[in-house]
């Protein structure tokens, strides 16, 4: 059983950076495409960034292109979500999740496993 664990949340102002870790419980590279997601108060979950099982290919939606970063450290089985210029619209509970590969995964019901996810909050 797949396990992911989130970290790096915080309150942060508008414009201000932040950077998501979510350590896997198994090697990630070359076993399990991941993705982030997350959720806002009373919304549905939204695909925010995913990664193949190597990390080349990447995907974003498009409220986040150019601002956020999805990267891999394959020695520390750790995926990271580096996020920029942050606004109040990016608030929401941030979501890692893997899938058996390969591939690359945007709808979130393709995700196996998810993490029990972390806040990120944007004021001032």
């Known amino acids: 059983q797949l396990t992911l664990v989130e970290s790096g949340g915080a309150l942060v102002q508008p414009g201000g950076s932040l950077r998501l870790s979510c350590t896997a419980s198994?090697?990630?590279?070359?076993?399990?495409?991941m993705g982030w997601f997350r959720q806002a108060p009373g919304k549905e979950r939204l695909f925010v960034a995913a990664?193949?099982?190597?990390?080349?290919?990447?995907h974003y939606r498009d409220s986040v292109k150019g601002r956020f970063t999805i990267s891999l450290d394959n020695a520390k089985n750790t995926v990271y979500l580096e996020m920029n210029s942050l606004k109040p619209e990016d608030t929401a509970v941030y979501y890692c999740?893997?899938?058996?590969?390969?591939?690359?995964?945007?709808?979130?019901?393709?995700?196996?496993?998810w993490g029990q996810g972390t806040q990120v909050t944007v004021s001032s």
């Open positions: 198994e090697q990630i590279f070359n076993n399990y495409p």
């Open positions: 999740a893997a899938t058996p590969g390969p591939g690359l995964f945007i709808a979130k019901d393709a995700y196996s496993w």
């Open positions: 990664m193949n099982w190597n990390g080349v290919n990447t």
